[in-house]
């Protein structure tokens, strides 16, 4: 299809052939037509044809987009590796920011509060990335910043809401963390030559071994920030601030690094190597351990998104092959396969499906609006797969058969191939057509 330059950093589709591709997306659904606009009115779901419609940004560009977000309003945040933090809307850049830090990593749209977020100071997403996280509005406004611990940046993030039928909804938003400090291999090559040179480098050497205990203790907390609409200052954003250590149980569990967040349904999902443990939070809006979900081997959770209901959908991939054993305050999940996405059903602390349809781990899921589900293979896979949304609906349906189904056929999109993140973008004007965001290399790709 020839592509029409809408300006330097947008190509695409003209307008006219990206409408008319909308318009059979709708017909091929049996929308219905609306007499007195004369136009197709949508009432069911509609089918993701995976053509690119258009990309935005410069191919040429060094950075590469590492992470993308949808705000309520249809601005399309991109946030790059070299800091750059971009903002979209119909198809031209509205504002060029800068997070505080040389990358960013991540981009977290905070859920809105009767529409209002991103509103009167109040943030509407947040970037995290080179120990820092920044906080915005919906218009591009920089209002906080909250700091990493030393020595560690974000390895993961998360936002959710908790309701309250006393209270109006509180925002959090989650954090775990990696290590970025490096160390000199060669600080301790030289041997000491006299007496105060031996306990010098004893000293130094306690020291360095200090901070590496105090480095892998942070690394197994979880920070919260708890944002309270009602106790802004003369407009300062008012956070309050938790620590949630999610392996602080009993001294025979196994005490690992938090890798990966999600919410779901309000409450906080820490994943690690050994297992999910899931948070909600009390009445005074702490978050204390409602349950523990341990893996049957050593996994490395490649990425965790929630589904409806109290279905999570998490991508592993095996370590080892030596079943880990469980404590008494866990339940065991079964691991029929050694990578694939695991349809955890929660409530029922069971695994439901596993999707096996990547050659490689998948490290991007993404939930559409008709049911179906759009994953993102690693490097060696290259594809984005997608999953019918009936097949899911029987496999997660609760039932006396608890058995695990294994599927192992979706539907394989042509485009957009190896991407680093995937979003749903709706239409504003209240159909059920949406199209996809990709994030691939330094471009985002618009699917239709």
């Known amino acids: 299809m020839e592509m029409y330059e809408y300006n330097r950093l947008v190509t695409g589709l003209p307008q006219h052939q990206i409408?008319?591709?909308?318009?059979?997306?709708?017909?091929?659904e049996g929308g219905e037509k609306d007499q007195s606009t004369n136009s197709v009115r949508d009432t069911n779901t509609t089918e993701l044809k995976g053509e690119i419609a258009m990309?935005?940004?410069?191919?040429l560009r060094r950075a590469y987009v590492n992470s993308?977000?949808?705000?309520d309003t249809g601005t399309l945040i991109s946030g790059l590796d070299d800091g750059h933090v971009q903002f979209w809307r119909r198809g031209e850049m509205v504002?060029?920011?800068?997070?505080?830090?040389?990358c960013v990593d991540e981009v977290v749209i905070f859920p809105s509060s009767g529409g209002s977020a991103g509103s009167g100071g109040r943030p509407a997403f947040a970037t995290a990335g080179d120990g820092s996280i920044c906080l915005w509005t919906q218009d591009g406004n920089h209002i906080a910043s909250l700091s990493c611990f030393p020595g560690t940046t974000v390895a993961s993030m998360t936002v959710g809401s908790i309701t309250s039928d006393e209270e109006e909804d509180r925002v959090y938003l989650a954090a775990c963390f990696r290590i970025t400090r490096q160390t000199d291999p060669n600080q301790f090559r030289l041997p000491p030559q006299n007496e105060s040179e031996r306990r010098r480098r004893e000293a130094a050497e306690m020291q360095e071994q200090m901070i590496q205990n105090q480095l892998l203790d942070v690394?197994?907390?979880?920070k919260v920030w708890m944002y309270d609409a009602s106790e802004n200052n003369n407009g300062r954003v008012a956070f309050r601030e938790e620590l949630v250590v999610p392996n602080a149980t009993n001294a025979m569990e196994r005490t690992t690094s938090?890798?990966?967040l999600a919410d779901l349904a309000g409450n906080l999902v820490c994943g690690d190597e050994a297992g999910l443990q899931i948070f909600d939070a009390t009445r005074d809006r702490r978050f204390q351990r409602k349950m523990a979900l341990q893996f049957q081997y050593l996994c490395d959770i490649d990425c965790m998104e929630p589904l409806h209901g109290d279905y999570l959908?998490?991508?592993?991939s095996r370590k080892s092959t030596e079943e880990i054993s469980v404590p008494s305050s866990?339940?065991?999940?079964?691991?029929?396969?050694?990578?694939?996405?695991?349809?955890?059903?929660?409530?029922?602390?069971?695994?439901?499906?596993?999707?096996?349809?990547?050659?490689?781990?998948v490290t991007c899921i993404r939930p559409l609006p008709d049911g179906r589900l759009l994953t993102a293979g690693g490097k060696f896979d290259a594809t984005v797969q997608l999953w019918n949304s009936e097949t899911l609906t029987k496999v997660t349906k609760r039932d006396e058969d608890d058995e695990i189904k294994i599927l192992t056929e979706p539907k394989q999109m042509k485009k957009p191939g190896y991407v680093f993140d995937l979003k749903v973008l709706p239409d504003n004007n209240g159909s059920a057509v949406f199209a996809i965001a990709a994030a691939r290399y330094n471009t985002i790709n618009i699917l239709i």
Do not use: F, N
């Open 219 to 222: 690394t197994r907390q979880v």
């Open 68 to 71: 993308i977000g949808v705000l």
């Open 19 to 28: 409408e008319d591709m909308l318009i059979q997306r709708m017909q091929k």
């Open 330 to 361: 866990a339940v065991r999940l079964q691991m029929p396969t050694s990578r694939g996405i695991y349809i955890v059903d929660t409530s029922g602390a069971i695994v439901r499906a596993v999707l096996d349809g990547h050659r490689d781990r």
């Open 95 to 102: 504002k060029d920011a800068r997070h505080t830090g040389g």
């Open 258 to 260: 938090t890798t990966k």
């Open 55 to 59: 990309t935005m940004g410069l191919q």
């Open 313 to 316: 959908a998490v991508s592993v």
